[in-house]
């Protein structure tokens, strides 16, 4: 950048001063010292918090995608012909069927509260990279293994090895009442994806597990989208909306973590105000020193 010869002589007063003039001097290298740490500490802060929130986003739509379709009932029957109407839509990467429902867990005595996740092959080999202990390879239709989180883990103090009992509280009816249904599954393998509730809750079996175990027979809870672009998954898939309309209901990222990111941004901004603010009274000490000229 060129400066003017206005700037420069500005400047040569300040940087070069005089006999008798060090004070000007001082005042001058403590208005750029303070300009240079406000501006530092603006950019920084913000940095950070759009980098956190770039890592915030990652993990959580790498794990439930950008958006979900789920029916109007709880249950998507024909969930095969929407999931070809889904994969057909422009813009859309990924769909994929999804189990998702919240139940109990017991081990040693322990009891916790679980969020069972039924996910095709191909989905769960994409938690290898956080897996944390034991093998994903064992998770196949029928074979009875699961995947817990790490903080559900230690809960419960189950390692890959150990067989834990999910229950499931709507189970078969007898005589006596609706008796609870129990299964007992083999941790095959521990995951930690980096946030707390997930970690606590989520325990991963293939589809046609969970299916078994929450007698819905082929039916599924919902279909997993993910797009180009997350930014813009609202308007990638306006128009399915459009056809699914009546029979489902399409919730994207934003809105389902609304309370949580509409946070971030008013921390953002605050953060913003304060930052600004130590920069204004920067400026004010240059312009101070400007009137002492």
């Not at 189950?158 to 078969?172: E, F, K, L, M």
């Not at 299916?211 to 128009?239: F, H, N, R, Y």
């Not at 990111?261 to 920069?279: G, K, Y």
């Amino acid at each position: 950048m060129i400066l003017s010869p206005f700037e420069w002589t500005i400047a040569k007063r300040y940087m070069l001063p005089g006999r008798g003039e060090a004070f000007i001097a001082l005042v001058a290298g403590i208005s750029l010292v303070a300009v240079m740490l406000g501006v530092a500490a603006l950019v920084i802060v913000m940095s950070v918090m759009n980098g956190f929130r770039a890592e915030l986003l990652d993990k959580i739509v790498g794990l439930n995608g950008h958006a979900i379709i789920q029916a109007y009932g709880g249950r998507l029957d024909n969930w095969q012909s929407v999931l070809k109407e889904v994969k057909a839509t422009p813009g859309v990467v990924r769909a994929s069927p999804l189990i998702e429902q919240p139940l109990l867990t017991s081990f040693n005595g322990r009891v916790e509260a679980i969020l069972v996740r039924g996910n095709t092959l191909e989905d769960i080999r994409r938690l290898e990279p956080q897996r944390k202990d034991g093998s994903l390879a064992a998770l196949r239709p029928g074979a009875g293994n699961v995947a817990i989180g790490a903080r559900l883990a230690e809960n419960l103090g189950a390692r890959v090895g150990d067989t834990i009992t999910i229950i499931n509280p709507q189970g078969r009816s007898t005589p006596f009442g609706t008796v609870p249904r129990q299964i007992g599954y083999h941790v095959s393998a521990i995951f930690e994806i980096g946030i707390y509730d997930y970690d606590q809750a989520f325990v991963v079996m293939p589809m046609k597990d969970a299916q078994t175990l929450l007698l819905t027979g082929d039916s599924i809870g919902m279909i997993e989208v993910k797009t180009t672009d997350p930014d813009t998954v609202g308007e990638a898939l306006a128009p399915l909306g459009r056809k699914l309309a009546g029979q489902a209901v399409i919730s994207d990222w934003k809105t389902i973590n609304a309370s949580l990111f509409e946070a971030l941004a008013v921390e953002r901004v605050a953060m913003f105000v304060v930052l600004s603010i130590i920069v204004l009274v920067a400026v004010f000490n240059i312009l101070s020193s400007l009137i002492m000229l």
